[in-house]
């Protein structure tokens, strides 16, 4: 999975403007997201599956 494609696929807060990943519930800047993606998603250490998909 791209960069675009987990970020455009993570759920943003409307209000604070922050991603929010598995409940959490502080929620993520731009650079922690991106910090997520390169260390589990890009390496393959976590699975991300869109939310509806099989």
């Known amino acids: 999975m ?4 987990f ?8 209000e604070r403007g922050l991603y929010i990943l ?4 502080r929620g993520l800047n731009d650079v922690e997201l991106r ?13 991300v599956k869109p939310l509806g998909r099989r």
């Not at 791209?2 to 494609?5: D, G, I, L, Q, Y």
């Not at 970020?7 to 409307?14: G, I, K």
């Not at 910090?35 to 699975?47: E, I, K, M, P, S």
């Open 22 to 25: 598995d409940g959490d519930e």
């Open 7 to 14: 970020q455009a696929n993570a759920y943003r807060d409307p």
């Open 35 to 47: 910090a997520v993606y390169d260390r589990y998603v890009q390496t393959g250490v976590l699975v």
């Open 2 to 5: 791209s960069w675009e494609e």
